[in-house]
């Protein structure tokens, strides 16, 4: 059975720019990719999609591997500035880092890290074979040994809702690079690279496919659906705060100008709700996620979006990106 590799690695890549392209002078927030492939050890697993049981495998085992002290309190340890924990699953920043001045800011830093997965469309059920992914942002790319460590130790005692073992065998990077097989002794890991930038769109019509699924936020309300309008004034936010606290640019962009609801029109929108059931582990509780997946076209002043359309699909763009929501990309219609 082949490999269920995630349509939206394949668009960004492939399809849309060189993963060796670079942004222009102004910016630098380097991007780090890991692809892992391995083996189920049968296929009666009830995995459907990847994104929790990922984030699930790495948050338990991250701390594992890189904690150091015998109370594993975050709040009270002095090792937290250099512990790889509280840097990629936190999305703490780091004092030194904390450049904004703007503690607002700070504490909406989303984590630096989006993980890519297969469509929740994708049938899972019954394969062996599985494949996923993580792109790191800014420092959280030299944690990757961590990452790799965590996520191939977890996955080896239990993977999924029924714990069936997964073999990891191969880990390549976003250029196809062997990271890691079965036979290595050690990893092979080439030095980041800087986020790509892709084509700007122009006025007119674009369709903007939900790869995995998006989750947008109104009015403190998750949308059933997605404006224009929303999706433009998500991708900014997100973007903006990445490339302010994750390496961003050395100076200042120009000042977005303000957009219209109404210059943007929905011609037309194929649009399925989707509902994650998850507990969290940190409450305790019942936590829904709730988004939708399909495709949307819209017309309207694309050229003064703002850059994020230019990295949309790297950065992913709405909310619970570190559960491999936020898989976008879009066409050029006319």
């Not at 699953?89 to 700070?106: V, W």
């Not at 507990?279 to 050229?303: C, E, K, M, N, Y």
């Amino acid at each position: 059975m082949g490999i269920a590799f995630w349509p939206a690695a394949h668009v960004s890549i492939t399809a849309i720019f060189s993963l060796h392209t670079l942004l222009s002078e102004n910016d630098s927030m380097r991007i780090r990719e890991l692809h892992f492939e391995g083996t189920m050890a049968h296929g009666a697993h009830g995995l459907r999609f990847l994104g929790p049981t990922v984030r699930g495998a790495l948050g338990l085992a991250l701390k594992r591997v890189a904690c150091q002290v015998s109370h594993g309190d975050c709040g009270r340890c002095a090792l937290i500035e250099a512990c790889a924990y509280p840097r990629v699953f936190e999305g703490r920043l780091p004092t030194a880092n904390a450049i904004t001045g703007d503690r607002r800011l700070e504490q909406a830093a989303p984590q630096p890290f989006v993980l890519l997965c297969p469509s929740p469309h994708v049938r899972l059920d019954g394969r062996t074979r599985v494949a996923f992914g993580i792109r790191l942002f800014g420092p959280a790319c030299d944690d990757a040994p961590y990452i790799i460590e965590a996520l191939r130790t977890a996955t080896s005692s239990g993977f999924g809702p029924r714990d069936v073992p997964l073999t990891i065998e191969r880990i390549t990077d976003g250029a196809g690079q062997v990271v890691w097989d079965g036979e290595a002794e050690h990893l092979t890991l080439l030095p980041a690279h800087e986020l790509p930038l892709g084509p700007a769109p122009e006025a007119g019509t674009l369709r903007v496919t939900f790869v995995t699924p998006m989750s947008l936020r109104a009015d403190g309300k998750s949308r059933a659906f997605a404006s224009g309008l929303d999706l433009v004034l998500a991708g900014r936010r997100r973007w903006s705060i990445l490339r302010a606290l994750y390496d961003g640019p050395t100076e200042s962009f120009e000042p977005a100008p303000r957009l219209e609801a109404e210059e943007f029109l929905v011609r037309s929108a194929r649009l399925e709700p989707f509902t994650l059931h998850r507990r969290s582990g940190r409450s305790q509780q019942r936590a829904d996620l709730h988004a939708f997946t399909g495709d949307i076209v819209i017309s309207g002043p694309w050229d003064l979006a703002g850059d994020w359309m230019r990295v949309a699909p790297f950065i992913h763009v709405g909310k619970h990106t570190s559960f491999g929501f936020g898989a976008v990309a879009w066409e050029q219609v006319s």
